[in-house]
Nanobody, 124 residues
Framework: QVQLVESGGGLVQPGGSLRLSCAASGFFFSDAAMTWARQAPGKGLEWVSTIFRDGTSLSADFANGRFTISRDNDKNTVYLDMYFVAPEDTAVYYC??????????????????WGQGTQVTVSS
């Protein structure tokens, strides 16, 4: 049974930083691509970044230079380091996977497995 558990969200001031974590279990984590996506209040799901088995990654334009995705295969955990956050980064952040490599979760239909999400609120 695949489980994805996000943590690390909270209230952060504009310009601050935050690290999100997603602990995974129930599949071969080291073989799988992992994705972060977000959903802001009243808006649709927005892809943030995907990291592949070999450690290479792709990120949305808004994330380049501010957000960094990484993985620790020994801990079965994927991270999203967020820097210089802004109010428009306020959203529920989700971890997702199709449990295979090369699959990026751009929409909910793309991947079967999603975490419950962690709320990030950027406000002074």
């Amino acid at each position: 049974q695949v489980q994805l558990v996000e943590s690390g969200g909270g209230l952060v001031q504009p310009g601050g930083s935050l690290r999100l974590s997603c602990a995974a279990s129930g599949f071969f984590f080291s073989d799988a691509a992992m994705t972060w996506a977000r959903q802001a209040p009243g808006k649709g799901l927005e892809w943030v970044s995907t990291i592949f088995r070999d450690g290479t990654s792709l990120s949305a334009d808004f994330a380049n230079g501010r957000f960094t995705i990484s993985r620790d295969n020994d801990k079965n955990t994927v991270y999203l380091d967020m820097y210089f956050v802004a109010p428009e980064d306020t959203a529920v952040y989700y971890c997702a996977t199709a449990a295979v490599n090369l699959k990026s979760c751009r929409t909910r239909a793309d991947c079967r497995h999603w975490g419950q999400g962690t709320q990030v609120t950027v406000s002074s």
